[in-house]
């Protein structure tokens, strides 16, 4: 008898590997610490300065997030991740301060 609806927390937790988990989260972290350093690099060159420059990062930080979830998760993150927003949301703040550092870098450097 399989009741597939009226799991329990404790059954549900042990569908997760916790390794694997970790593992897509570092993996998050890392393609938005990339895209953060290469977005800051490119708004010094273009020389954004203000909310542009914050809303440029927010516009690349989403559409990462629509492609991992997209190509990477193949719209179905409750398989990669314990929350489905950790697509979303995860390593977003920590990659706006490799953005601002890579950002006044370059703006700094060419103009």
């Not at 559409?63 to 977003?92: C, H, R």
């Amino acid at each position: 008898m399989s009741t597939t609806a009226q799991q329990t927390p404790a059954a549900i937790a042990s569908l997760y590997v916790s390794e694997n988990i970790a593992h897509n989260i570092k993996t998050i972290t890392f393609i938005r610490s990339s895209l953060s350093a290469i977005t800051g690099s490119a708004a010094g060159v273009l020389g954004l300065t203000g909310y542009s420059g914050f809303l440029f990062y927010a516009a690349t930080s989403l559409f990462m997030s629509v492609l991992i979830w997209t190509v990477k998760t193949k719209a179905k993150p409750a398989l990669y991740f314990k929350s489905g927003s950790d697509v979303w949301t995860e390593g977003v703040f920590g990659g706006m301060f490799s953005y601002v550092l890579f950002w006044t870098l370059l703006y700094g450097i060419v103009h």
